[in-house]
C-alpha cells in the first residue's frame, strides 16, 4: 500500500509548488532540520492504513475505525505545508524583483485563485461521491443485518457504526457465510470475488465524479426476498 500512496503524496506536494517542495530544500530552509521533520511527518502520516488497523479487521466498533472514516490523506500535509512556509518565505524573498512587477503579482493572484477554486471544486466532488456511497449503503442494506465488508468500503461504514451494528471485516479471500451480505467497492466494472458473489444477489451501484470513480456492490443472500 506504501507504494500506492507514494504518488498521491507526489501530486498533492505540488499543489503547493513553492511551500510544498521548498520544504525538502536544504537551499532555502537554512538547515535540515525543517526538511528532516516535514520528510519524517509525511512518512508517519502515511501509515495511516496501517495504523488504523481496518485491513487486519482490529478497528471493529472502535475509536480508531471511526477516524479511519473521517480521515483524508491530504490532511496529513498540513504540518509539513506550515513549516514550508518558511523555506518558501526564503525563495520568494531571493525573487522578490520578479514580484515587485505589477505583471507578476497579477499572475500569482490568479493562478492561486484559479487553483483554490479548482482544488475546492475537486475536493467537493470527492466528497459528493463519498456521500452518495453511504446513502447507496443505508438504503440498500437492512440495518441489522450481517455484512461482510473489505477494503475501501469497510471505511465507509465508519461514520455509521450506530446504524450498521453488525457490519464486520472479511478478507476477500475467505468464504463469505451464505447468510451474510457484502458490500464491496471496486474499480468500475469490477467484480465481486467468485466466492462472495456465489448463492448471493449482486446489485452494482455506480459512484461517478470527475475526480473518483468506484462501482458499489452490494450482495445480498439468494434467500432474502428483500
Not at 27 to 44: E, K, L, N
Not at 114 to 140: E, M
Request: proline letters at 6%.
Amino acid at each position: 500500500h506504501l507504494a500506492g500512496f507514494l504518488p498521491f503524496y507526489f501530486f498533492s506536494l505540488a499543489i503547493f509548488p513553492i511551500a510544498g517542495w521548498a520544504a525538502f530544500s536544504r537551499r532555502w530552509s537554512g538547515t535540515w532540520a525543517i526538511p528532516a521533520v516535514c520528510a519524517v511527518t509525511i512518512a508517519m502520516a502515511s501509515l495511516y492504513f496501517y495504523r488504523d488497523g481496518l485491513n487486519v479487521g482490529s478497528a471493529r466498533n472502535t475509536f480508531a475505525a471511526m477516524i479511519a472514516g473521517f480521515i483524508p490523506g491530504q490532511r496529513f500535509l498540513l504540518p509539513a505545508s506550515m513549516l514550508a512556509c518558511f523555506p518558501a518565505a526564503q525563495f520568494l524573498s531571493s525573487r522578490s524583483g520578479l514580484l515587485e512587477r505589477g505583471i507578476g503579482k497579477t499572475a500569482a493572484l490568479t493562478a492561486f485563485a484559479a487553483s483554490f477554486l479548482l482544488l475546492t471544486l475537486a475536493h467537493q466532488s470527492y466528497l459528493n461521491a463519498h456521500k452518495r456511497v453511504q446513502f447507496a449503503l443505508a438504503d440498500s442494506l437492512p440495518s441489522d443485518a450481517k455484512i461482510a465488508s473489505s477494503g475501501d468500503a469497510l471505511k465507509e461504514f465508519a461514520p455509521t457504526w450506530a446504524i450498521f451494528t453488525r457490519a464486520y471485516n472479511l478478507d476477500t479471500g475467505e468464504a463469505l457465510p451464505s447468510g451474510d451480505y457484502f458490500a464491496l467497492l471496486e474499480t468500475p466494472g469490477g467484480n465481486a470475488p467468485a466466492g462472495w458473489a456465489a448463492h448471493h444477489a449482486v446489485r452494482r451501484i455506480p459512484i461517478r465524479s470527475w475526480v473518483w470513480n468506484r462501482d458499489l456492490l452490494i450482495g445480498a443472500p439468494a434467500t432474502d426476498s428483500r
